[in-house]
Nanobody, 120 residues
Framework: QVQLVESGGGLVQPGGSLRLSCAPSRSVFSINIMAWHRQAPGKQRELVADITKSGNTNYGASVKGRFTISRDNAKNTIYLQMNSLTPEDTAVYYC??????????????WGQGTQVTVSS
């Protein structure tokens, strides 16, 4: 079963930057929209940003202007460049993809999550 693999999380000081990456564990047939979501302790999961195959992007209000999502279609990889981080950005960040692994059907794929902690 193909999985989404995230990397790049960690501990950073307020005002700092991190870059997250996400890619399938093996080659897949096709992926439509890809996205980053996050969930902070005691809060609901929320959309951070998403990106279509053609490169159209959408951002959550709290990260607009600070975060940038990008995509490499050849590698089916997305990135999240996070700048000007604040403690409110502390959360587990999850990668999402509308994925068709072998050409038969699309399904909602989620990564296992990567922890981002913003603290001095």
């Amino acid at each position: 079963q193909v999985q989404l693999v995230e990397s790049g999380g960690g501990l950073v000081q307020p005002g700092g930057s991190l870059r997250l990456s996400c890619a399938p564990s093996r080659s897949v047939f096709s992926i439509n929209i890809m996205a980053w979501h996050r969930q902070a302790p005691g809060k609901q999961r929320e959309l951070v940003a998403d990106i279509t195959k053609s490169g159209n992007t959408n951002y959550g209000a709290s990260v607009k202007g600070r975060f940038t999502i990008s995509r490499d279609n050849a590698k089916n990889t997305i990135y999240l460049q996070m700048n000007s981080l604040t403690p409110e950005d502390t959360a587990v960040y999850y990668c999402y993809a509308d994925m068709n692994p072998s050409g038969s059907y699309y399904f909602d794929a989620w990564g296992q999550g990567t922890q981002v902690t913003v603290s001095s």
